[in-house]
């Protein structure tokens, strides 16, 4: 069993930046595809990033890409989501998760279902 945990979260102006760090209890996270998610009030929970555990390579959302970064510490065990130019839009609870599946497609990695565990969330919010 892997139990994440989000931490890093907070009230921010637009423009500024957060640092969230997601680590684990138990488990190395070396070895899974790590992924962030978000969910606003009222919306579904959705895509924000993925760091494939092969290569360490990384897929971004639209709407966050050249402004988040996500990326791991093996030896602190987390991974995290460097977050700059807040916008108010970027306002939800962001999620940690992970998985050791590797999809048949790169485009599955964007899919919440593909992920076997997740932390509790971290509440962004960006005011404007």
């Known amino acids: 069993q892997v139990q994440l945990v989000e931490s890093g979260g907070g009230l921010v102006q637009a423009g500024g930046s957060l640092r969230l760090s997601c680590t684990a209890a138990?488990?190395?996270?070396?070895?899974?595809?790590m992924a962030w998610f978000r969910q606003a009030p009222g919306a579904e929970r959705e895509f924000v990033a993925v760091?494939?555990?092969?290569?360490?390579?990384?897929n971004y959302a639209d709407a966050v890409k050249g402004r988040f970064t996500i990326s791991r510490d093996n030896a602190k065990n987390t991974v995290y989501l460097q977050m700059n130019s807040l916008k108010p839009e970027d306002t939800a609870v962001y999620y940690c998760?992970?998985?050791?599946?590797?999809?048949?497609?790169?485009?599955?990695?964007?899919?919440?279902?593909?992920?076997?565990?997740w932390g509790q969330g971290t509440q962004v919010t960006v005011s404007s």
């Open positions: 138990g488990r190395t996270l070396s070895g899974f595809n």
């Open positions: 760091l494939r555990r092969s290569g360490g390579s990384t």
């Open positions: 998760a992970a998985t050791l599946s590797v999809p048949s497609s790169t485009l599955q990695y964007v899919r919440a279902i593909i992920y076997d565990y």
